[in-house]
């Protein structure tokens, strides 16, 4: 993982866009579809189909790639390698982008996000008490945060990169932030109204942005994971105050 990132003179074939858009196809409308089929019943609890579908796309989001670069790609593995003065870079982005979001909570209040509703559904999965949440948020901060990047920034970066002509690969960045964020839009939307919704889609496109153009500059998952897990642990520090006050 990194350290291929097609650099802007770097020519594509006609065969390596159609693959790239093979994988972005296969790929990117997997999590949007898990949400979707995720509608609860009558009595509140999500069809066993649905939650079976929900693990599987986790699964698939990262079998895919690592797949992809083994038997299409023919890449050895790679653990990424990074310097000190990238994840140092990484760590202060993800500190200015915590101060964002502290300030625009501060600025903005609860009143636009409703605790009660953010409890109800939460506790329609079983996360009911601190600790149950706190658990929750560190598999976001830790793991879920590092899956993220693994798929959005090396793999989607990389393939967006391969679908559009050598001039235009820096276009990639804004266009997997694109894609990066149309599940996070979705997700939002099915449970919260649409002031949520569209300032929660706002703040995941211009975070894609960052850690995507970071990707594209360091070569590197690490720092993009770095400051995607200060960033979910702000987050999640604002949901555990609205919840358990």
């Not at 019943?41 to 599987?56: E, I, N, Q, R």
């Not at 390698?81 to 909570?105: E, M, W």
């Not at 149309?182 to 949520?196: C, M």
Request: glycine share 8%.
């Amino acid at each position: 993982m990194g350290a291929d990132v097609p650099t802007p003179g770097a020519p594509a074939t006609g065969a390596t866009r159609r693959r790239a858009l093979l994988a972005l196809a296969l790929l990117v409308p997997v999590p949007s579809i898990a949400v979707l089929v995720a509608v609860p019943d009558a009595s509140g609890a999500t069809p066993v189909a649905a939650d079976l579908f929900y693990v599987f796309s986790k699964v698939w989001l990262v079998a895919l790639p690592l797949a992809w670069r083994h038997f299409v790609d023919r890449r050895p593995p790679s653990l990424s390698p990074t310097t000190r003065r990238h994840l140092a870079i990484g760590a202060g982005l993800g500190l200015l982008l915590c101060a964002v979001i502290v300030l625009a909570r501060l600025a903005l209040g609860v009143a636009w996000l409703d605790g009660d509703d953010l409890r109800t559904n939460l506790a329609a999965s079983g996360i009911d008490t601190p600790a149950k949440f706190l658990a929750l948020a560190a598999g976001i901060t830790l793991v879920n945060a590092f899956a993220e990047e693994v798929v959005w920034r090396w793999f989607v970066v990389e393939k967006s990169a391969e679908c559009l002509p050598a001039r235009l690969a820096d276009w990639s960045v804004p266009l997997a932030a694109g894609l990066f964020t149309l599940h996070h839009v979705v997700a939002p939307d099915a449970h919260f109204g649409p002031l949520v919704t569209v300032l929660g889609s706002l703040g995941v496109f211009a975070g894609g942005w960052i850690w995507s153009a970071l990707y594209r500059r360091t070569g590197s998952i690490w720092p993009c994971y770095l400051s995607h897990a200060l960033v979910d642990a702000a987050l999640m520090a604002i949901g555990y105050q609205l919840l358990f006050p």
